[in-house]
């Protein structure tokens, strides 16, 4: 019988049911790593619960950090409620907040078998396991039964007696990283019984499932996450029967470093980017455009492939606080901005940074609940869509030089004047039908023409 949570009931279930479904690509790990940045962490570990790899042959994602870490109340309140985010959901500006709500609907319903936490603080662990009922579909704490029988919401997990010689049970004990010490927390998604292997996220969504998904995912999410040590471990296939048996089957996968958007934008000594910052909507809103006039080069001056787990070329996207949303590098979304040109839109990166939305403003841009989407408020209070047409002409008016030089290169090698007779007919075949020159005929007599 699990332990009913705070929003457990009708009103909270369908906030939890239309916010989860509001949930975009990996929105999971977005929050985990949020919460753990807020907790202070200096190490995050996306990795794999080897125990159950090995006794199992299942693979689930673990999520690790070496930041404050909870207490036995502290884990019991922050989980028990809804709104318990280790944040009150009031104050100045609470519209910017990230509550640490979102940890708990993003992957609570893809996870029904259940989300282990395990936090240590001062070096003692606390332990809690939150399930979602078969039959009803409400989400609990599940209960630890010890050895007289008392049922527990929150155990310690190095003292607790696991039952080892059942087939699908492990020491939850022993999950603490090396590298931990005295504080920190670890989450582990145990999946549904339909699809318990949760190393390639959530199997609903389509988004995910790429072996090197999440690596990617976050280097285009966060701007920049220098200063911290973030890693991912890939695996090298996205196909079971390639996972690796065991930790020291390293053929298998990889750890992966994760820096943000801004460090593929400008990393490596052989890159020649050009950068600044303008500004438009009488401004309101900023641009950080980069122009990248190298090539993706390390600084070994070998070729690095970066396309599996960062955007190696050019995009438009919307930067909010440190997190890039509506990215996008399509052609009509460059055309926007004036870059048409297929080469320079790989070569240009455009940030749009929007004054936010303040208490007492009429104008800004501001989070969705499950912080997939950016909104604009506009002065006379209603919710309106990024205007990229409007931003993308006031960008066009004060187009930077090295923009506009690197437009103009990029038709000349392409021999694109007016005389060329190969852009003269590209011309026709795009316009021709647009244009029809009219000439005035004056018929005679029987029809005969003048």
């Not at 996968?253 to 303008?278: L, M, Q, S």
């Not at 070329?313 to 997190?323: K, L, S, T």
Request: charged residues 30%; glycine residues 10%; contains cysteine.
């Amino acid at each position: 019988m699990l332990e009913k949570l705070g929003w457990a009931d009708t009103a909270a279930s369908d906030f939890v049911d239309i916010t989860y479904r509001d949930c975009g690509e990996h929105q999971w790990a977005r929050e985990f790593l949020v919460n753990s940045m807020e907790a202070n962490a200096k190490k995050i570990e996306f990795g794999i619960e080897w125990q159950a790899v090995k006794k199992m042959g299942v693979y689930r994602r673990v999520i690790s950090d070496d930041g404050a870490g909870m207490d036995k109340k502290e884990i019991y309140t922050y989980f028990k409620d809804l709104g318990s985010g280790g944040k009150e959901i009031s104050g100045d500006n609470k519209i910017h907040k990230n509550f640490g709500i979102g940890a708990k609907i993003s992957s609570v319903p893809w996870n029904p078998m259940g989300v282990v936490v395990i936090s240590w603080k001062h070096g003692k662990a606390s332990m809690l396991k939150l399930e979602q009922d078969s039959k009803t579909g409400e989400c609990g704490l599940a209960g630890f039964m010890d050895k007289d029988g008392g049922k527990h919401s929150v155990i310690d997990p190095t003292t607790f007696s696991w039952d080892l010689e059942g087939k699908n049970e492990i020491n939850w004990g022993e999950l603490k990283p090396t590298w931990m010490k005295e504080h920190g927390t670890v989450v582990v998604l145990l999946g549904s019984k339909e699809n318990p292997d949760t190393i390639l996220g959530n199997p609903a969504n389509p988004a995910e499932g790429k072996a090197s998904g999440l690596s990617r995912y976050l280097n285009k999410r966060f701007w920049k996450l220098q200063g911290r040590d973030i890693t991912v471990t890939e695996l090298v296939s996205s196909k079971k029967d390639a996972w690796p048996k065991s930790a020291k089957d390293e053929t298998s996968y990889t750890r992966r470093p994760i820096y943000g958007a801004h460090h593929y934008i400008t990393f490596g000594k052989a890159f020649n980017v050009r950068h600044d910052v303008v500004e438009i909507d009488e401004g309101r809103v900023l641009v950080d455009w980069y122009l990248d006039k190298g090539k993706k080069e390390d600084v070994k001056g070998k070729k690095e492939n970066i396309k599996a787990y960062a955007e190696p070329d050019g995009y438009v996207a919307v930067r909010y606080q440190n997190e890039l949303f509506e990215l996008s590098k399509t052609s009509s979304r460059f055309r926007q901005f004036g870059i048409g040109h297929s080469k320079v839109r790989k070569q240009v990166t455009l940030i749009l940074m929007p004054d936010v939305l303040n208490d007492g403003d009429k104008w800004g841009v501001h989070p969705s609940h499950s912080r997939n989407r950016i909104t604009l408020t506009s002065p006379k209070g209603s919710a309106l869509p990024l205007p990229f047409t409007e931003w993308g002409l006031g960008f066009f008016d004060v187009l930077p030089k090295d923009i506009h030089d690197a437009l103009n290169e990029a038709r000349a090698e392409e021999s694109g004047g007016v005389t060329d007779d190969t852009y003269r007919k590209r011309l026709q075949d795009q316009f021709g039908d647009r244009f029809h020159a009219t000439s005035l005929v004056v018929t005679g007599e029987e029809g005969s023409q003048l």
